[in-house]
């Protein structure tokens, strides 16, 4: 065996023991989050999605019985889990589902950057958007934003792996336009994406006029097919029926219709600490990889990375209402092109570094992922990425009521901890359905007559409707009041034992300490 072939296998061995410890790392971190799922704030649609993955594992039909806002891909995916295990063992294996999707977005920031500055900068991608504190607090939460994302980052890999894929591009096309496919029908906004991969279809290169039309015109064809196989397959698996489409579109464009102040940098803000900095980086990084893309062509790929990032800001202004949750589908590209411009500094560096000395070994890439590694660690371990869940006495209550109970109710979530179920069409009760006029006082005391009580929260969606709480005053002869949430049931046995104020037929029964 030649030194070359040595050093060659060297290195491979050495690469593959890198991957090894970041995806161990990746895996390790979010699996260190998970276990906080029962003593942190959960966001508002953990529950929902919660709620309505399991309606829909009782049988209960998507869009019909079970509102739902979203394309049908996501909650189809989520309710298998329930529907095979029951409640507890589906919601831990649909919960490790939302954990496989997050090593998926880690994993197509990698792929972006390794494309350009090999595997060591694919490693760091994927570390840095692992230590995204965002990233890290909705890894094990339900929520259709992270599954959009990722589909949407393999979308783009496997299109910038085709534009220098020779004889095999079609198939690489044809996996991107699946891949977009599926991130569609996990969620609309995952369309964020379709200006890069737009680009990196017109910049396929050519030699002349007529072979860059051909060749473009070839992608853009194996792109169509992927994406309709992958669209009819899912289909014909969910028969989501008419009424998803209606749903979905009109929702979304009432939605889009409601007032609301653009304010891009206070969505970014609201992330957190690392929010601005982070994107910050990545606008700095984007303009350092331009200028020194690393390969051969490689400036257009670099190009439709930046769109995507830079997406962010119309989408800011465009998209109504957005939520901090909305910003994971920009952190894959932005963490890509934090490394690619830490890559070209070094690389430019390195150069001039080379002049002075001589050629030297390249142990600068694998010593930066082990130092990561670590970093990433005592990040994870030293650091909280949400607020913690305080016990309360409604949240105590809550817990002590029967399973079998059904409430409507404001805080989705908090019915979601306690276990306890909500009329499939109400299992969305959030601002936006209620200020967009796709959920009535008719429809919530239709659902409520049946239910065994309403719960209103401090958020007041439900309960910020006067003709809701005073129908609901009206039919159930039982109130019970604890820091500032309001439960209205039909008998006073469920919540006799409940520390708070209990009021039967409008008179104050003695407070339980």
Known sequence: MTAAAVTSRTALIRDALLWAAVAASLAWTFAYRSTTNRVQVLD???????????????????????????????????????????????????????TGFTMLLAGSAAGMAALLRGPRAGMLAALAVAAFPLVQRYSFQFGADLPAAALGGVALCLALRARTAGRSARWWWA????????????????????????????????????AWLRRTAAAIGCFAAGFAVAGAAALVAIRPGRAAWDQVFSFHLRAAASADVPDVIGMIRNTGDWGLPYFIAAGVGAVLALCL?????????????????????????????????????????????????????????????RRLTGPRRR?????????????????????????????????????????DVTLVSDDQAMLARAGLRTPPWLVDTSHVRIDSGWLTDAEITTAASAADGVLFARPRRIGKHPE??????????????????????????????????????????????
């Not at 039982?478 to 006799?496: F, I, P, Q, S």
């Not at 209990?502 to 003695?510: F, M, P």
């Open 293 to 353: 893309p690393g390969r051969a062509g490689g400036r257009a790929d670099v190009a439709a990375i930046t769109v995507w990032a830079a997406a962010i800001v119309p989408y800011g202004y465009l998209h109504h209402p957005v939520f901090k949750h909305h910003v994971l589908l920009f952190i894959a590209p932005a963490g890509a092109l934090i490394v690619l411009g830490v890559a070209a500094l070094w690389a430019l560096a390195r150069r001039v570094v």
């Open 468 to 513: 809701v709480r005073a129908w609901a005053k009206e039919h159930f002869p039982v109130r019970y009041t604890a820091d500032r949430y309001e439960l209205y049931l039909r008998a006073a046995t469920l919540v006799t034992g409940c520390a708070g104020t209990l009021q039967v037929d409008g008179k104050t029964v003695t407070p339980t300490p």
């Open 44 to 98: 508002y649609d953990d529950g929902v999605y919660w709620q309505t993955a399991l309606a829909i594992a009782d049988g209960a039909k998507p869009y019909t019985e079970v509102f739902h806002a979203q394309p049908p891909l996501f909650p189809w995916l989520v309710a298998q889990p329930f529907a095979l295990l029951g409640a507890v063992g589906g919601e831990m294996t649909a919960r490790l589902l939302m």
């Open 175 to 210: 996996g991107a336009g699946a891949a977009l496919c599926l991130a569609a029908l996990v969620k609309l906004i995952a369309v964020v994406v379709v200006p890069s991969l737009a680009l990196a279809l017109l910049a396929t290169a050519g030699p002349g006029g007529w």
């Open 363 to 403: 142990w600068a890439g694998a010593v930066a992922v082990v130092a990561a590694v670590l970093a990433g660690a005592w990040q994870t371990t030293h650091t909280s990425v949400a607020p913690v869940l305080a016990d309360t006495a409604v949240e105590a209550c809550l817990r002590a009521l029967p399973r």
